[in-house]
């Protein structure tokens, strides 16, 4: 079982930027597809974005798109996710997870089997 831990979250301005990263133990971590999820509450989970288990492979969200960037360390075991121009909407829990397989193709939480505390992430008008 691998364990996941997100860190980077915080107060940030529209318009500004952060990264988020997610350490992982437990499991041979190149070998796992990667997510990031956000939620807010009373709302579903959100998929983000995605990378694969090399990361050379990696899926966005239409509406980050050319703001964010998803990529990985195997080396540290680590995924980030760089997010820029943040708006208010944007603010939310967000949350790492890892999926059983290298690379999966669908934006459905259910793919993922392991997920993070998340992390608060909160944009400000």
């Known amino acids: 079982q691998v364990q996941l831990v997100e860190s980077g979250g915080g107060l940030v301005e529209a318009g500004g930027s952060l990264r988020l990263s997610c350490a992982a133990s437990g499991g041979t971590f190149s070998t796992y597809a990667m997510g990031w999820f956000r939620q807010t509450p009373g709302k579903e989970r959100e998929f983000v ?42 603010t939310a829990v967000y949350y790492c997870a890892v999926a059983d397989r290298s690379w999966v193709t669908s934006t459905s939480p259910s793919r993922y089997t392991s997920w993070g505390q998340g992390t608060q992430v909160t944009v400000s008008s």
């Open 49 to 90: 974005a995605r990378i694969s288990g090399s990361g050379r492979s990696t899926y966005y969200a239409d509406s980050v798109k050319g703001r964010f960037t998803i990529s990985r360390d195997n080396a540290k075991n680590t995924v980030y996710l760089q997010m820029m121009s943040l708006k208010p909407e944007e």
